[in-house]
């Protein structure tokens, strides 16, 4: 038995792509990053930051292209695959790839918007954008 999953949260490092193929069908990529605190040799904190292209197929493109921009925070799952490419001047280069799955929508921007992505897309069609405009203060959090 094999099995390959992610699950990554973070943040998109620039605005999604959306496009159709030839048969219609909607993909939609971005770059994601996360990033986390670690020490270096010196001892001190550093952030390490690993960078991953993400793609989306159909409903899911289609709301992330909708919904999503540079700097959005996002929870994606998905299957990962490694990219082998040759740049400009000839140096063979690595990236990663993930085939998201699931997508949840974290945090507001702008206002607004859907939590979550996963099974059917088609409520959030039409659906009313949440708002939350109240500010957060220290009895708002639950522990």
Do not use: H
């Amino acid at each position: 038995m094999s099995f390959n999953k992610i699950t990554i949260v973070g943040n998109l490092g620039r605005d999604p792509e959306l496009r159709y193929t030839p048969q219609g069908s909607a993909v939609c990529s971005f770059s994601m990053a996360t990033t986390e605190k670690r020490r270096d040799k010196n001892g001190e904190m550093a952030d390490q930051t690993t960078w991953f292209k993400v793609t989306l197929w159909e409903k899911r493109a289609e709301t992330a292209s909708r919904y999503l921009t540079k700097g959005s925070q996002v929870y994606i799952e998905g299957r990962l695959r490694t990219e082998e490419w040759t740049d400009k001047d000839g140096k063979t280069r690595t990236s990663l790839e993930v085939l998201a799955t699931e997508m949840q929508f974290i945090g507001t921007k702008g206002g607004g918007m859907p939590t979550s992505t996963g099974g059917d897309d088609s409520t959030f069609d039409n659906a009313p954008m949440p708002v939350n405009n109240a500010p957060a203060g220290d009895d708002d959090i639950p522990f």
